[in-house]
C-alpha cells in the first residue's frame, strides 16, 4: 500500500496556522461567511493542531494551540476557542461562541451561536444545546443566547439545553436530560424536565476503583459557588 500526502485540502488566504498542524483531506480552512470575501477576515489556529478530513472551519476563529476535530467537523465563523479543545466528528459549532480551554465536544453534538463553555466543559454526544426562545418570531434575531456552561461541569449524551440557561461550575448534567431551567453549581441533575437528584459529592464509583468520580466532589459547597461567576 502506498501512502500519499493530501494534496486535497483547501486553506484560504490570511489563515495563520501553527506549527505541527496536521490537516487530513478534503478539510477547508478559511471558509469566508456570507457576503465577506476570501481571506477579508484573519483566522488564527495555533500551534499543534490536527484537523481530520472533512472538517471545515470558516474564518475569523480565535483557537488555541491543540485544537483537534473529528471527522467531518464544522467551526462557523467569530468564535473564541482556547488550548487543548476537541471538538468530534460531524459536531457543529456554530458562530459567535465563546469556548475555555481543555474543553472536550463529542461527535454529533449541536452548538448555537451565542453560547459560552467554560474551561474544563465537557459535552457528551448527541448533545443539542438551543438558543431561540420563540423560533420564526420577528425579533427572534435580538434575544438568541445559548445556554452557558461553568466551568467544569458535564453534560450526558442526547440532552438537550433550553435557551439562555446556566449549567453551575462542576455539575452533571443526566444522560437524555432536558434542561429547561438553571442548574446550581455541584449538583446532578436528570430527567423531562430535568431536576436536581443528588450532589456531586453523593457520586460514588460502581467498581470502586476510586472514591469519587470528580475531584471537585471533595470540595464544600461554598468551594464550588466560588468557580461560578453567577454566584457572586
Given at each position: 500500500?502506498?501512502?500519499?500526502?493530501?494534496?486535497?485540502?483547501?486553506?484560504?488566504?490570511?489563515?495563520?496556522?501553527?506549527?505541527?498542524?496536521?490537516?487530513?483531506?478534503?478539510?477547508?480552512?478559511?471558509?469566508?461567511?456570507?457576503?465577506?470575501?476570501?481571506?477579508?477576515?484573519?483566522?488564527?489556529?495555533?500551534?499543534?493542531?490536527?484537523?481530520?478530513?472533512?472538517?471545515?472551519?470558516?474564518?475569523?476563529?480565535?483557537?488555541?494551540?491543540?485544537?483537534?476535530?473529528?471527522?467531518?467537523?464544522?467551526?462557523?465563523?467569530?468564535n473564541q476557542i482556547g488550548d487543548d479543545v476537541s471538538v468530534g466528528s460531524h459536531s457543529v459549532i456554530e458562530h459567535h461562541v465563546q469556548i475555555g480551554?481543555?474543553?472536550?465536544?463529542?461527535?454529533?453534538?449541536?452548538?448555537?451561536?451565542?453560547?459560552?463553555?467554560?474551561?474544563?466543559?465537557?459535552?457528551?454526544?448527541?448533545?443539542?444545546?438551543?438558543?431561540?426562545?420563540?423560533?420564526?418570531?420577528?425579533?427572534?434575531?435580538?434575544?438568541?443566547?445559548?445556554?452557558?456552561?461553568?466551568?467544569?461541569?458535564?453534560?450526558?449524551?442526547?440532552?438537550?439545553?433550553?435557551?439562555d440557561i446556566v449549567i453551575g461550575a462542576g455539575s452533571l448534567v443526566g444522560a437524555g436530560a432536558v434542561v429547561v431551567r438553571d442548574v446550581p453549581a455541584?449538583?446532578?441533575?436528570?430527567?423531562?424536565?430535568?431536576?436536581?437528584?443528588?450532589?456531586?459529592?453523593?457520586?460514588?464509583?460502581?467498581?470502586?476503583?476510586?472514591?469519587?468520580?470528580?475531584?471537585?466532589?471533595?470540595?464544600?459547597?461554598?468551594?464550588?459557588?466560588s468557580l461560578d461567576p453567577a454566584s457572586q
Amino acid at each position: 500500500m502506498t501512502l500519499h500526502t493530501p494534496p486535497g485540502y483547501l486553506i484560504y488566504p490570511n489563515v495563520r496556522l501553527g506549527e505541527g498542524a496536521e490537516i487530513g483531506w478534503y478539510v477547508i480552512l478559511g471558509e469566508p461567511a456570507a457576503g465577506l470575501a476570501a481571506g477579508e477576515r484573519e483566522t488564527i489556529i495555533g500551534p499543534g493542531a490536527r484537523i481530520r478530513s472533512h472538517s471545515v472551519i470558516y474564518a475569523g476563529n480565535r483557537i488555541g494551540a491543540r485544537f483537534q476535530t473529528g471527522h467531518g467537523a464544522l467551526v462557523r465563523e467569530d468564535n473564541q476557542i482556547g488550548d487543548d479543545v476537541s471538538v468530534g466528528s460531524h459536531s457543529v459549532i456554530e458562530h459567535h461562541v465563546q469556548i475555555g480551554s481543555r474543553v472536550r465536544i463529542h461527535s454529533q453534538a449541536f452548538i448555537p451561536e451565542f453560547s459560552v463553555l467554560e474551561d474544563d466543559t465537557w459535552v457528551g454526544p448527541n448533545v443539542v444545546f438551543t438558543n431561540a426562545l420563540h423560533p420564526l418570531c420577528p425579533r427572534v434575531k435580538q434575544c438568541m443566547k445559548g445556554p452557558t456552561i461553568r466551568r467544569g461541569a458535564k453534560i450526558g449524551a442526547n440532552a438537550t439545553l433550553m435557551p439562555d440557561i446556566v449549567i453551575g461550575a462542576g455539575s452533571l448534567v443526566g444522560a437524555g436530560a432536558v434542561v429547561v431551567r438553571d442548574v446550581p453549581a455541584g449538583v446532578v441533575v436528570a430527567g423531562n424536565p430535568a431536576r436536581v437528584i443528588k450532589e456531586i459529592s453523593a457520586l460514588t464509583c460502581p467498581y470502586d476503583l476510586i472514591d469519587t468520580p470528580y475531584g471537585q466532589a471533595r470540595l464544600a459547597a461554598s468551594d464550588l459557588l466560588s468557580l461560578d461567576p453567577a454566584s457572586q
